[in-house]
């Protein structure tokens, strides 16, 4: 018997990875430049693109890869909010068939005017980078533009635009925000988000401060910690923490990152699209496939789709951070 034909009308396979770990979930750097100079995501060394993708071909890698079974998308940089078409752009990604979800990282400096406009385009879910709580610590560690109190604003105003999740990022470096976690845990729950303390990772200077000391600081520092079952999309798991701190009964949850401590990669179901336009399949990997040429080269929808599922497929077992020190590519231009 003649050997059958696939079915044209029949779902594609699932995008996996070498490991047969199933991607659906794109991270998608829309610039790196960004207003601020945090020393973990942008050191003195980084180097900068001034030709990022362009709104219509950000549009086509949305639909390439919704059409490969990726369901979510977090757009991030840099800052993207420094993007004059971001309002567009989300609406792009929004209507490409297959995206269930968007998100987005922020600095949170034009958050304040922006928040209402980026739920109503699309965007779902809001990640807010807050590292402390002090003014002169913030610009000491973000650089002059970092004004607290108008990040603070722009948190107030995600708060009022509704959004489904909003989370605040703290990257907990030893001896610079350690004594303040359980200050941004309530300051989170303030706002009905979540704090998420993440390891430290060696894109810069600095120390970093193991998980498991960040949840006994936390302790320390009135935040009772107890387990809990909420997961999300990405690495972060989380804990439901109360305090009675000011003699006002308060909960919420706090979220953890342990990259280089609680290797989270046996699960990873995350794709990178940096600022450059290159498909980096690991975030602790040197290895890039240039798609920004593909659509710029002539290549097709299947051509491109191919080469996203070949270059996934020498993704390796786990990252070797812990062993990269010096030869990563910058985080700013990497989107996290």
């Not at 406009?117 to 973000?142: C, F, M, Q, W, Y």
């Not at 729950?189 to 993440?198: L, Q, V």
């Not at 305090?243 to 609680?262: D, H, Q």
């Amino acid at each position: 018997m003649p050997e059958s034909l696939p079915d044209p009308a029949a779902p594609p396979a699932p995008l996996v990875d070498g490991q047969g770990r199933r991607i659906v979930y794109l991270r998608l750097s829309l610039t790196d430049r960004c207003n601020f100079r945090c020393s973990y995501c942008s050191p003195a060394s980084a180097e900068t693109h001034e030709d990022p993708l362009e709104r219509t071909e950000v549009a086509r890698l949305a639909a390439i890869f919704g059409a490969l079974g990726i369901r979510r998308v977090r757009l991030t940089g840099g800052e993207p909010t420094l993007r004059k078409d971001l309002l567009d752009v989300v609406r792009d990604v929004s209507s490409a068939p297959g995206i269930d979800e968007i998100a987005l990282t922020t600095n949170g400096h034009l958050l304040a005017t922006l928040a209402r406009p980026l739920r109503e385009a699309g965007v779902t879910r809001l990640n807010v980078s807050l590292d402390t709580l002090h003014p002169d610590k913030l610009r000491r560690i973000a650089g002059r533009a970092a004004t607290l109190d108008r990040i603070v604003a722009g948190i107030e105003a995600a708060y009022a635009a509704g959004f489904a999740s909003v989370k605040l990022n703290v990257v907990v470096v030893k001896g610079e925000n350690d004594d303040e976690l359980g200050d941004l845990a309530r300051f989170a729950w303030r706002f009905g988000a979540t704090a998420r303390f993440i390891e430290l990772m060696p894109f810069g200077p600095g120390a970093p401060v193991p998980t498991a000391e960040v949840k006994r600081l936390l302790e320390a520092q009135g935040i009772r910690l107890e387990p809990d079952a909420t997961r999300g999309w990405g690495p972060a798991y989380h804990m439901r923490g109360a305090s009675s701190a000011g003699g006002r009964p308060v909960t919420g949850l706090v979220g953890f990152i342990g990259a280089m401590t609680e290797n989270f990669c046996e699960s990873c179901n995350r794709v990178r699209v940096g600022a450059d336009g290159s498909l980096r399949a690991c975030l602790g990997g040197r290895e890039r496939l240039g798609l920004k040429e593909l659509l710029r080269g002539g290549a097709s929808d299947a051509d491109v789709a191919a080469a996203i599922r070949a270059a996934l497929l020498g993704k390796g077992a786990r990252h070797d951070l812990e062993h990269a020190r010096g030869k990563l590519l910058p985080m700013i231009g990497t989107g996290g």
